[in-house]
């Protein structure tokens, strides 16, 4: 474990769903970062939250929709997907600023059908 | 936008042997290099920096090498065990902006 767990690993999802994705550090950090992993690409990343504000939005389509509630804690709400957005979701958190590099979850394999 | 590419996606090497792991990267502002290993259903793991004013660094069984004048960074680790299989990413960082990360190189630890 390294400090950032994310839930649930695995997630198949019709394309007609909601879903969210769940991200919780326990680093004390106050940087928290959604990223796209696909095969073959280097990390996307999608959004940041630093201090619970938004502070980067990748041009990533709506129907991905980030929440931030506490410093602890990170969502990705997901709704009406499409297949290519198959691929591993990571989650990172940094202390503000993240100069020194980002500590990532495990990832949620996630596969639209 | 940024460049951070590898120059193989994939190596093999016998165990007990050296390995050398490449990557490219594009801007000269680039400060400051994180070398991240990806294990098999886990997410990147942080495995040694260097910044810009360094040209070598030494971790335990790895070195990273810093080559500013063909903007060349290489990871090397001595004694490849098998459990040094998995993929490895070179990440940029400039002034404290985003990272941005290569594609990755796959490496297979023959027994």
């Known amino acids: 474990e390294t400090g950032v767990t994310q839930t649930p690993r695995h997630l198949v999802m019709g394309m007609t769903n909601k879903k969210s994705l769940k991200c919780e550090q326990h680093?004390?950090?106050?940087?928290m970062y959604w990223y796209k992993q696909s095969a073959k690409k280097p990390l996307e990343l999608m959004f940041v939250y630093s201090l619970e504000e938004r502070v980067e939005n990748n041009s990533v389509p709506s129907r991905f929709s980030p929440e931030c509630p506490n410093s602890s804690h990170l969502f990705l709400h997901l709704h009406t997907l499409q297949p290519e957005d198959s691929a591993l979701y990571l989650c990172?958190?940094?202390?503000?600023?993240?100069?020194?590099?980002?500590?990532f979850g495990s990832g949620t394999r996630l596969t639209v059908v | 936008g940024e460049s951070v590419g590898l120059h193989l996606p994939t190596l093999s090497v016998q165990e007990g042997d050296n390995s050398i792991i490449n990557c490219a990267y594009s801007n000269s502002a680039s400060d400051y290099f994180i070398w991240y290993k990806q294990e098999s259903g886990k997410g990147p793991q942080f495995i040694i920096d260097?910044?810009?004013?360094?040209d070598k660094r030494q971790g335990q069984r790895v070195t990273v090498l810093l080559n500013k004048t063909v903007k060349h960074l290489s990871l090397q680790i001595a004694a490849t065990q098998p459990g040094d299989s998995a993929v490895y990413f070179c990440?940029?960082?400039?002034?404290?902006?985003?990272?941005?990360f290569g594609t990755g190189t796959s490496l297979t630890v023959i027994p």
């Open positions: 680093l004390g950090h106050n940087a």
């Open positions: 260097i910044r810009s004013n360094m």
């Open positions: 990172a958190s940094s202390p503000q600023g993240g100069r020194y590099g980002y500590t």
């Open positions: 990440a940029e960082n400039i002034a404290g902006n985003q990272f941005y």
